[in-house]
């Protein structure tokens, strides 16, 4: 996995979990969903990059 795309997965997955909370804190459903797309876009590029690399091999 590149070091770049790994980073940009790991940032999305915190930046989406972040939004999440917040929007939960503050009873904000909308953004408490927009957090848990983002978070899950996160895991979804790093679950790419690990089977790119799983066919690298």
């Known amino acids: 996995m590149s070091a ?3 980073a940009r997965a790991k940032a999305e997955q ?7 909370a917040t929007g939960r804190a503050a009873v904000d459903d909308s953004t408490a969903a ?3 797309t983002e978070k ?3 895991n979804a590029r790093h679950a790419k ?3 790119k690399d799983m066919f690298k091999r």
């Open 4 to 6: 770049g795309e790994k």
């Open 14 to 20: 915190a930046k989406g979990k972040l939004k999440r």
């Open 40 to 42: 899950s876009k996160g």
């Open 49 to 51: 990059e690990k089977i």
């Open 34 to 36: 927009k957090g848990q």
